[in-house]
């Protein structure tokens, strides 16, 4: 019974339209899944006259995003530190030299806690530092099997990965049915 009624639906959508919806099913989501990349400072970037501390006000990060610093490479640097060493602009010790040279630097924020990172040569007493703190992702709205069938997309795009699931689901049964 239930393979006639499959039967029936298979034959009523070709499959290339299937895989023109999947694509562009496709092309719509991923975006909204993946992961922020802030460029520190806006078109600003990673300079003296700025205040970082505003411009990360109200902004939520979130583990897996990242931290891009573009910057004189001549002059400033990127340092991660402690709370102590931000505040007090040391950067005798840092705990991470993100600086590689190019003065475009990309800094994962992999794990969910505070971040310090300030810039040494004295730039930091002008006010280059900031920090920010690493949230979780929000959780999914409800658990469901969308989680195991979707493991490496974030929560930002379970709630647009339904029609998805749907449309492999439909293209799936074209699959068997018309092989
Ligand atoms: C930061 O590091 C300095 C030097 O290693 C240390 O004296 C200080 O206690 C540390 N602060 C925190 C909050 O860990
Ligand atoms: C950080 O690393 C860069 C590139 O390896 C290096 O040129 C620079 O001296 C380092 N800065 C500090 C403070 O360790
Ligand atoms: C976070 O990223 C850094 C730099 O890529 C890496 O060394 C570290 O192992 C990562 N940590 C986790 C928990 O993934
Ligand atoms: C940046 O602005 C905040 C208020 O949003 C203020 O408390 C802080 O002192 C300012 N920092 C600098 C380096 O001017």
Redesign the pocket.
């Known amino acids: 019974m239930e393979g006639t009624k499959k039967r029936v639906f298979a034959s009523s959508i070709s499959p290339t339209m299937v895989f023109l919806f999947l694509g562009f099913a496709v092309l719509l989501i991923l975006p909204m899944a993946s992961a922020t990349r802030f460029t520190v400072g806006g078109n600003m970037g990673w300079t003296t006259n700025f205040n970082y501390t505003t411009w990360a006000k109200g902004k939520h990060f979130y583990n897996g995003d990242w931290l891009f610093f573009v910057y004189d490479r001549n002059q400033q640097?990127v340092?991660e530190v402690n709370k102590t060493d931000y505040e007090a602009c040391n950067?005798d010790h840092?705990l991470h030299?993100w600086?590689?040279?190019a003065g475009r630097d990309v800094v994962p924020l992999n794990v969910t806690r505070h971040y310090y990172f300030i810039s040494?040569k004295g730039f930091c007493f002008g006010g280059m530092k900031i920090a920010v703190h690493v949230e979780n992702l929000p959780p999914p709205p409800k658990a469901s099997p969308i989680k195991s069938f979707a493991p490496t997309l974030s929560s930002k795009g379970h709630i647009f990965l339904m029609p998805i699931v749907f449309a492999i689901g439909a293209a799936w049964d074209s699959f068997i049915y018309l092989w």
Do not use: A, F, H, K
């Open positions: 640097n340092l950067s840092p030299n600086t590689t040279g040494g």
